[in-house]
């Protein structure tokens, strides 16, 4: 059985910074892309961040972004850990939400339980 753990959210000011984690067991995520999702009160669950996995022919993983978040956060990855990292730098009162961590593993979709981030002053 696959589980997605977040951390490392919280409350922050406006132009803060905060370094969500999300630590999988049960199975090496290395082979995975792996994303980040968000949802804040009354809207949709959004995504935030993805990453590949490496594969054959590439240096490293490659990465998209919400236009939202673009410049602003960095989504990581180091499989000797087993986990996923989301940089989030210059924040924003919009970054407002709870944050989810998501994989599709052999078929099947995990998400984590969130965590919470609030940028408030």
């Known amino acids: 059985q696959v589980q997605l753990v977040e951390s490392g959210g919280g409350l922050v000011q406006p132009g803060g910074s905060l370094r969500l984690s999300c630590a999988a067991s049960g199975r090496f995520i290395s082979g995975n892309a792996m994303e980040w999702y968000r949802q804040a009160p009354g809207r949709e669950r959004e995504l935030v961040a993805g990453?590949?996995?490496?594969?054959?022919?590439?240096?490293?993983?490659?990465?998209n972004y919400a236009d939202s978040v673009k410049g602003r956060f960095t989504i990581s990855r180091d499989n000797r850990k087993n986990t996923v990292y989301l940089q989030m730098d210059n924040l924003k009162p919009e970054d407002t939400a709870v944050y989810y961590c998501?994989?599709?593993?052999?078929?099947?979709?995990?998400w984590g339980q969130g965590t919470q981030v609030t940028v408030s002053s």
């Open positions: 990453i590949t996995s490496v594969t054959s022919g590439d240096i490293s993983s490659r990465t």
């Open positions: 998501y994989a599709v593993i052999l078929g099947v979709r995990y």
